[in-house]
Structures are given as C-alpha cells and as structure tokens.
C-alpha cells in the first residue's frame, strides 16, 4: 500500500528556513559594510574630535581643540596624514560592519518576529526591545574589531621617531593579547554593548516604524525616496541617544593599551562622573556634528543597500 503523500509545507521546512535566514544575514552584512566603507572618513574624525582635550578640566570644550570642529578636523587631518589619515581603520571598521551589522539587522527580524511584532505599525516598545537584543549580541562579537578601529583611528600624526600604534590588525591582535591577554580584545565591551543597544534599539526601529507610518498615512509609496526619508529621521534620534555613551566607548577602547597603572575609564558609571566634572554636559557631545553626519548617510546607505538587496534575492520589504 503506498503511503499518503507529504504535505509540501512539511516536507522541506527546514532548507527554506534557512535558506531565508542565510539571505537575510548576508544582505545584512553587505549592506553595512558598504556603508562603513563610504562613512569610515567621517568617523575618523568623529573619533578624534570625542578624545581631544579629553578630562582636561576645561568646561568650555570648545577652547584649545587641535580638531576645531567638523570641517576644519578633516582639513587638519588631511594636511597632518593626507588621505592614509582618513582611512584609518577602514580594514577593523569593515570587518566589524560584517559582523556586528550582519548580526543586528539579521536577528532583529528573528526577535521581532518572536516578540509577535510581525505586522506594521504593531507596538513600537516590541521592535526597539528587538533591535536592542540583535544590536548587543552583535556588539559583543565585533568588540576586537571596534576596539583596533578605535585604536588606530584615535592615532594622529606621528612625532620624528614614533612608530604607529598598530601597523595591521593581525599585529594589533597580537599586541593586544600580549600586553592584556584574551579578555584585553574585550576591553570596552560594557559601553559598547549599551551603546549597540541603543543604536539598534532606536535606528532600526525608528526606520521601521516611520516608514510604516507614513505608507500607512498614504504619504509616499514603498520605494527609495521613502527609505531616504526613514533613513534620515532614524538617523537624528540615532544621534541624539547615543553620543554620549559613544563618548565613553571611544575613550575607554582608545585608553587601554595606551596607559599604566590605573586605567581613567574603569567602568561607565566612574566614566560618566570624570567626564560630567570635568569637561561638563557637553563633553559628551563632543563629536555630536560628524556622529550625526555620519549616522546618517550610514542609516541611508545601511537601508538602501539592504532594500535593494532584499528586493533582488525575493524577500519582503524590512
């Protein structure tokens, strides 16, 4: 007797699943690393402008900058290193945009989905706890890359006889480890990890969301005009947020390596304490005008690429 046929839906679940699953991280993936690519001058910058004059008692953190300002850093950074300044760390940056962003936009819809926040326009609350979760599991796994990033783009121009910080980053993980052991490669991972959380936690919710709420008001059709819109609202609030644990993050991942004895960023709270007192509220703003101009050109580009992307491999829109 032959036995009854199997229902398509239950005879191959698995391969289709993970066959979604494998495109969705692989557009993730390509989608940041294309942004970083593009953005990674701007946070060179970004970098440089959140450490200069660091704890120097000075409130007025507008007085005795190298890097006065946005436009005038890149000039600075240009006379002092040319173009090799503003590329610094271009290699960490992009292998942490193929992990960390392959890991926050990929999992966000796989948390979103067992929040039960699969349909537009359902509670906000459920897609920011989404893009938290994908955003601080990522974060962990691209710490090593974000902290020799940071290292070697908080380098300026070198004095007669100084040698660079970290010449690749084979040899700065290697140089890492030996002065700090394994842990030292997750030296930053607490501020980093509330920083992701608060990056993904408000970017990609933010971009869901408005673009949800504006097909839902019939204001624009599904398309790119719409995700430039999405992408540059997102990319405010991103900004906003997160600039100050950005602050702290950079500082602690810069400081490790570079000091003896008793490290000046111990923990984010002890952090948050020097910084206030010394430089004032506004010392962690400081790099706000290139982590906005950054933010958002990433988001856009980070959206766009992965728009496109999906579209071509057959998934829905985000």
Request: proline fraction near 5%; glycine fraction near 10%.
């Amino acid at each position: 007797m032959a036995s009854p046929p199997v229902p398509a839906s239950l005879s191959t679940p698995c391969p289709s699943i993970s066959k979604k699953n494998m495109t969705r991280f692989g557009c993730s993936s390509i989608s940041c690393i294309s942004a970083g690519l593009v953005t990674n001058p701007i946070d060179v910058v970004k970098v440089r402008l959140q450490l200069d004059n660091e704890l120097s008692g000075k409130k007025n953190i507008f007085e005795g900058r190298y890097y006065k300002g946005f436009v005038k850093g890149i000039k600075v950074i240009w006379y002092d290193e040319g173009f090799r300044g503003l590329s610094k760390g271009v290699g960490p940056s992009l292998l942490r945009e193929g992990t960390y962003g392959m890991l926050r936009l990929g999992l966000y819809e796989y948390f979103k989905d067992i929040l039960g926040a699969t349909e537009a326009c359902l509670p906000l609350q459920k897609k920011i706890l989404a893009g938290a979760l994908a955003g601080s599991i990522g974060s962990v796994f691209a710490n090593p890359m974000d902290l020799v990033k940071i290292q070697m783009q908080g380098q300026g121009k070198l004095k007669p006889g100084e040698q660079p910080r970290h010449c690749n980053i084979f040899e700065a993980f290697r140089s890492i480890c030996k002065q700090n052991g394994i842990r030292g490669l997750w030296r930053g991972a607490v501020p980093n990890v509330f920083r992701a959380a608060m990056v993904s936690g408000v970017q990609i919710p933010a971009y869901d969301h408005t673009k949800n709420k504006i097909k839902e008001h019939h204001w624009m059709e599904e398309g790119v005009f719409l995700h430039v819109v999405s992408s540059v609202i997102a990319g405010l609030f991103v900004s906003i947020a997160t600039s100050p644990i950005d602050v702290i993050k950079t500082r602690t991942m810069n400081e490790w390596t570079q000091t003896k004895g008793k490290c000046s960023y111990s923990s984010v709270f002890s952090s948050l304490i020097k910084i206030q007192r010394s430089e004032g509220v506004l010392g962690f703003y400081k790099g706000f005008i290139p982590n906005w101009v950054r933010t958002g050109p990433h988001t856009f580009i980070t959206f766009l690429v992965f728009e496109q992307l999906r579209r071509i491999s057959g998934l829905d829109p985000v």
